[in-house]
Nanobody, 125 residues
Framework: QVQLVESGGGLVQDGDSLRLSCVAS????????IGWFRQAPGKEREFVGT????????YYGDAVSGRFTITRDNAKNTVYLQMNNVKPVDTAVYYC??????????????????WGQGTQVTVSS
């Protein structure tokens, strides 16, 4: 079982950059696909992106594609979410999650079995 802890959230302005970290502890970090989701007040949890363990590729949600980048450092058991040109609509609690699933299931939160506690990102206009 793997445990996840996010960090790096905060208050930023429209157009700024921010990097979130997701540090994993426990066994078999490399055997998990690690994804990022976000949830704004009153809204459903939204897929941000994921790094799939099987093919090493990263996939992004439409709302963040071209602005956000996921990188993975297996030596540090860490996955990063680099957020560039953030907008007020990016305001949400950001979660990282771990699971083992086929690529067609990466956007479904139910495919992930372990979640971090979340980190708040607030973007002011």
């Amino acid at each position: 079982q793997v445990q996840l802890v996010e960090s790096g959230g905060g208050l930023v302005q429209d157009g700024d950059s921010l990097r979130l970290s997701c540090v994993a502890s426990g066994d078999s970090f490399r055997s998990y696909t690690i994804g990022w989701f976000r949830q704004a007040p009153g809204k459903e949890r939204e897929f941000v992106g994921t790094h799939h363990r099987n093919n090493g590729r990263t996939y992004y949600g439409d709302a963040v594609s071209g602005r956000f980048t996921i990188t993975r450092d297996n030596a540090k058991n860490t996955v990063y979410l680099q957020m560039n040109n953030v907008k007020p609509v990016d305001t949400a609690v950001y979660y990282c999650a771990a699971g083992r699933m086929i690529t067609s299931e990466i956007r479904n939160p139910a495919s992930y079995t372990t979640w971090g506690q979340g980190t708040q990102v607030t973007v002011s206009s």
